[in-house]
């Protein structure tokens, strides 16, 4: 009869199957697939199978766990997730925080190293923050004001061409910061000035305006002449070097004389001006046209292109009525004759009444030495 051998109880198979594995529970980390690393990890969210070993019994169990957490991935304390529908912007408008209104802050001093912000940082000279000003004692620049800075410090300095600064030029700027010869400084600057307003011995100021005459200047020539004078064009000629010589002579301006000779009269040649007619300090001699020739003078033509008074030779050829008209018996021939036989009609630059163009009966030999009058035009 065969043998039949005995059945091995259920827990000692168990066993024999332990003994089995227990070569095997513990493989080489690199031998972990990537996924069963963490699959028996207790905190694992997964909730994959776990194994235990109670009373020699293995017993695995499989779990999961599932903790409520918040969008932002944190746990809501409630134990529920929580998902707020409701998108929060920030606002990052520059507002400050601590004002309740809640408005923009704008600070009106610059920050940092920076000039105009009131302190006195590297490089500057000063700082006196919004008073900074080029008319002040510290420049948009942060620097001192200075003469030559080409800036004008207000009420300290008149004016300021950098380095044009130059003494003497006239309309000029000179190396301290003071106004040079201008008009307006109280005297003629020759030759660019006719006159100046605020001359002390300007008699009438009120015709002189932006330093040019505001009437027209009569005078009695320096030089003396015989009575050939080489026609009316002769003794315009004459008037004119004299006024160029004492530079009284502007753009367009030109000068004639007050003569008539025979034929053609002063009324014709000269400009009837509704302006004064004045001397080059402005003296009114006339206060126009119509007063000049009614027989009387405001003021003697008692001074000459030069702006001296006349004292001797107290004649002048004219040829010529008070009122401008030819005195056709007494030219000189035209002007053209120096003989003594021939003479000519005159008036005195010392006089106020009609003798100063015409004395009636003081005709003189040609041969004799004048002044004559100078009128502009």
């Given at each position: 009869?065969?043998?039949?051998?005995?059945?091995?109880?259920?827990?000692?198979?168990v066993?024999?199957?332990?003994l089995?594995?227990?070569?095997?529970?513990?493989?080489?980390?690199?031998?972990?697939?990537?996924d069963?690393?963490?699959?028996?990890?207790?905190?694992?969210?997964?909730?994959?199978?776990?194994?235990?070993?109670?009373?020699?019994?293995?017993?695995?169990?499989?779990?999961?766990?599932?903790?409520?957490?918040?969008?932002?991935?944190?746990p809501?304390s409630?134990?529920?997730?929580?998902?707020?529908?409701?998108t929060?912007?920030?606002?990052?408008?520059?507002?400050?925080?601590?004002?309740?209104t809640?408005?923009?802050?704008?600070?009106?001093?610059?920050?940092?190293?920076?000039?105009?912000n009131?302190?006195?940082?590297?490089?500057?000279?000063?700082?006196?923050?919004?008073k900074?000003?080029?008319?002040?004692?510290?420049?948009?620049?942060?620097?001192?004001?200075?003469?030559?800075?080409?800036?004008?410090?207000?009420?300290?300095?008149?004016?300021?061409?950098?380095m044009?600064?130059?003494?003497?030029?006239?309309?000029?700027?000179?190396?301290?910061?003071?106004?040079?010869?201008?008009?307006?400084?109280?005297?003629?600057?020759?030759?660019?000035?006719?006159?100046?307003p605020?001359?002390?011995?300007?008699?009438?100021?009120?015709?002189?305006?932006?330093?040019?005459?505001?009437?027209?200047?009569?005078?009695?020539?320096?030089v003396?002449?015989?009575?050939?004078?080489?026609?009316?064009?002769?003794?315009?000629?004459?008037?004119?070097?004299?006024?160029?010589e004492?530079?009284?002579?502007?753009?367009g301006?030109a000068?004639?004389?007050?003569l008539?000779?025979?034929?053609?009269?002063?009324?014709?040649?000269?400009?009837?001006?509704?302006?004064?007619?004045?001397?080059?300090?402005?003296?009114?001699v006339?206060?126009?046209?119509?007063?000049?020739?009614?027989?009387?003078?405001?003021?003697?033509?008692?001074?000459?292109?030069?702006?001296?008074?006349?004292?001797?030779?107290?004649?002048?050829?004219?040829g010529?009525?008070?009122?401008?008209?030819?005195?056709?018996?007494?030219?000189?021939?035209?002007?053209?004759?120096?003989?003594?036989?021939?003479?000519?009609?005159r008036?005195?630059?010392?006089?106020?009444?009609?003798?100063?163009?015409?004395v009636?009966?003081?005709?003189?030999?040609?041969?004799?030495v004048?002044?004559?009058?100078?009128?502009?035009?």
């Open positions: 009869m065969p043998l039949i051998a005995p059945r091995r109880s259920g827990t000692a198979s066993a024999v199957a332990l089995a594995l227990g070569s095997t529970a513990c493989p080489h980390p690199e031998a972990i697939p990537p069963a690393a963490t699959a028996g990890d207790p905190t694992s969210s997964t909730g994959e199978a776990s194994s235990t070993t109670t009373g020699g019994e293995s017993t695995t169990t499989s779990t999961t766990s599932e903790e409520p957490t918040s969008d932002s991935g944190v809501d409630t134990g529920t997730s929580t998902t707020d529908p409701i929060t912007t920030s606002s990052t408008t520059g507002v400050d925080p601590t004002t309740s809640g408005e923009e802050v704008t600070s009106t001093e610059p920050e940092g190293d920076a000039c105009g009131g302190v006195l940082d590297p490089g500057e000279e000063c700082d006196q923050g919004f900074n000003d080029d008319t002040a004692a510290c420049t948009k620049g942060c620097l001192k004001a200075t003469c030559g800075d080409h800036l004008v410090f207000a009420d300290v300095e008149e004016c300021d061409l950098g044009a600064n130059q003494e003497g030029v006239y309309g000029g700027c000179t190396p301290g910061c003071e106004l040079g010869p201008h008009c307006g400084d109280g005297h003629r600057d020759e030759p660019f000035e006719q006159c100046d605020e001359d002390p011995g300007l008699e009438n100021a009120a015709v002189c305006d932006s330093c040019v005459w505001g009437g027209k200047v009569m005078f009695a020539s320096s003396v002449y015989s009575g050939a004078l080489g026609g009316l064009s002769g003794a315009d000629d004459k008037c004119q070097v004299l006024a160029g004492a530079q009284i002579i502007g753009e301006r000068f004639r004389a007050w008539s000779d025979g034929v053609k009269s002063a009324a014709a040649r000269i400009t009837h001006s509704d302006a004064p007619y004045i001397l080059l300090d402005g003296t009114i006339a206060e126009g046209w119509a007063d000049l020739v009614d027989g009387t003078l405001a003021h003697p033509i008692d001074r000459n292109e030069m702006n001296e008074p006349v004292k001797d030779f107290l004649w002048a050829w004219t010529t009525t008070p009122q401008g008209l030819v005195d056709p018996m007494y030219t000189c021939s035209g002007w053209t004759s120096a003989m003594n036989d021939v003479k000519g009609a008036g005195r630059p010392d006089s106020l009444t009609s003798t100063w163009s015409w009636k009966g003081g005709e003189n030999a040609c041969v004799t004048q002044r004559i009058y100078c009128v502009e035009q």
